[in-house]
């Protein structure tokens, strides 16, 4: 069973370069959303969609973007990483209905910004 | 907005005792969740337990419990029977309904549990 995924699982980037993270999961998940994790902290979310077509900003949605063109996929991209952009990205993804369900975390990148 | 807090950043427990980890939050929605998650040094989010705010009885997955006394607006989690794979970050996080699955997450507390 997959999940969640993520890649790259480690990242390294200069100053002004863009990449994208990606996510994706095998459960038919309406919901899927982007956390950060910096260190020593709890998540913080950035972004996330309820459905193909729709997305929406969290908490920190700054320097990030994102699109949401299949239900299996929920890239993130950073457009010009910043050292301020240093952490680790989580994915997730449940249903949308109600609180109840648990969020499924993939595994993580972490990206440094030099 | 809503908010959670965890007020022990580190804790020591004996193998084979049990822990109590706070987490008190703040809302003022009358309809969300309370989850507790496990992140082991190998970084990944597991997730343990979680609690409805209408639910009528404290979860229970195992070794996990959850103490929530909804008039003080705490969710405490009490691992019984410490063991050394329980050595990790331990983060208490919140859903409100009516704002969908977004998750608002404490700022953790790291358990060390000693032989």
């Known amino acids: 069973n997959a999940g969640v995924t993520q890649t790259p699982k480690f990242q390294v980037l200069k100053t002004g370069q863009s990449m994208t993270l990606q996510c994706a999961q095998d459960?038919?998940?309406?919901?899927m959303s982007w956390y950060r994790q910096d260190p020593g902290m709890g998540l913080r979310l950035i972004h996330y969609s309820v459905g193909a077509g729709i997305t929406d900003q969290g908490e920190v949605p700054n320097g990030y973007n994102v699109s949401r063109s299949t239900t299996e996929d929920f890239p993130l991209r950073l457009l010009s990483a910043a050292p301020s952009q240093t952490s680790v990205y989580f994915c997730?993804?449940?249903?949308?209905?109600?609180?109840?369900?648990?969020?499924?975390f993939g595994p993580g990148t972490r990206l440094t910004v030099l | 907005a809503q908010k959670i807090t965890q007020t022990q950043p580190g804790m020591f427990v004996q193998e084979k005792e049990a822990v109590t980890l706070d987490c008190t939050y703040d809302?003022?929605?009358?309809?969300?969740?309370l989850f507790w998650y496990k992140q082991p040094s190998s970084g990944e989010m597991i997730f343990l337990i979680y609690q409805g705010s209408y639910d009528q009885q404290n979860a229970t997955e195992g070794r996990y419990s959850l103490n929530f006394q909804k008039a003080r607006k705490s969710a405490n989690l009490v691992i019984s029977a410490s063991q050394l794979g329980d050595s990790a970050m331990y983060f208490c996080?919140?859903?409100?309904?009516?704002?969908?699955?977004?998750?608002?997450f404490g700022g953790g507390t790291r358990v060390l549990v000693k032989p």
């Open positions: 459960m038919n998940h309406e919901y």
């Open positions: 809302t003022s929605d009358p309809s969300y969740g």
């Open positions: 996080a919140m859903v409100i309904k009516a704002a969908g699955n977004k998750l608002t």
């Open positions: 997730a993804s449940s249903r949308v209905e109600g609180a109840e369900d648990t969020q499924y």
